[in-house]
């Protein structure tokens, strides 16, 4: 087939530009190459229960590849060692929710399928970033495995906006009791659970501990009377907000512990969830929380080889009581707090 006008130029091009970095190390193009792409190379999988999309966050990493044959070969590597990936589940909610639906009473998790991210790039890339946010709606971190991915240096998991947690975790036991009588233990069970969390008494003084006690008492015996005849409105995440911020308000400690047990005893994070997770390899749990309308960083709980430890940023933690107290007057006004 003749040679068209348009590929003769492209073609005249590219080896114009090979005949330019002729002379130029590799480690030189790469040094370049790593500069220009610190964190532009973001490649976003999503899955939906129709199929799986990739893409990427700016055309400027995937487009140096076509710069010439020599550069694109450089640029191919760079980019898989550059790239951070995102892994975005939006089936989760419904595959979460099916769950209930069929009959889970307990642990609904998924195993989360990264086969779709190229090879090349599973290769070499080494950050891994998984959103999760059905982990603060009662949902259990999913399996992984990371066996592809030799030079992963860490997996993120990142789960929403803090303030969020109890009105999340409120709606899913909602409709978990919809479901049946047969489903009222295990509401009872996971909500006796986080109250347990909530008021751990280590990192607050005798008259708060005491004061959370008969809060979340009182939710709990509310809960059983209510349970007995199903006739279940509301319950009232305003003790849940009301609990999260005195844990807060505590101080830093008590914040950070609040979430490290959150995070293992109820959304089952471990470092054994992740198959072919290495010794040097960071997993880092991120919470975030509501600014102006965006998310904004507010902690990061890390699972190191020998160490499990959490992180608040000191300038997130106003911004989120505030949150918080907003969230316990709306639902005030709304609902009149009603059983």
Sequence with gaps: ?????????????????????????????RLILHHVLVDDAVITCTQTGTGVSLNWSKRTAPDLIFVSKRF????????????IMVYNAEHQAKTFLDAICNGAQQDWEDTLNLSPIPEHIRSKSQELRIYQRKLLRGGVCDRLDVNSFPSLRKV??????????????????????????????????????????????????????????????TLLALWRIVSRSMGITSLMPIVLQEALSVRMRAGHASTEALLIEICERHMGIARSRVDGLLDHTLLAVHFTTRVDGTSKAFATVTFSKDETRAVVEPDAVDGVLQNLSAGINDFLKTSGAEL
């Design 72 to 83: 694109g070969a450089v640029a191919k590597d760079v980019i898989a060692e550059e790239a």
């Design 156 to 217: 993120d998991l990142v789960v929403d906006n803090i303030e969020d947690w109890a009105n999340n975790f409120n709606s899913t036991l909602l409709y978990i009791a919809a479901q049946g009588n047969a489903f009222v233990q295990t509401v009872q069970t996971k909500l006796t659970s986080v109250v347990e969390t909530i008021t751990n008494p280590d990192y607050l003084s005798v008259d708060v501990a005491r004061e959370l006690k008969t809060a979340t008492a």
């Design 1 to 29: 087939m003749p040679e068209t006008k348009a590929t003769g130029n492209a073609t005249e091009y590219l080896e114009k530009c090979d005949r330019t970095l002729a002379g130029m190390p590799s480690e030189i193009l």
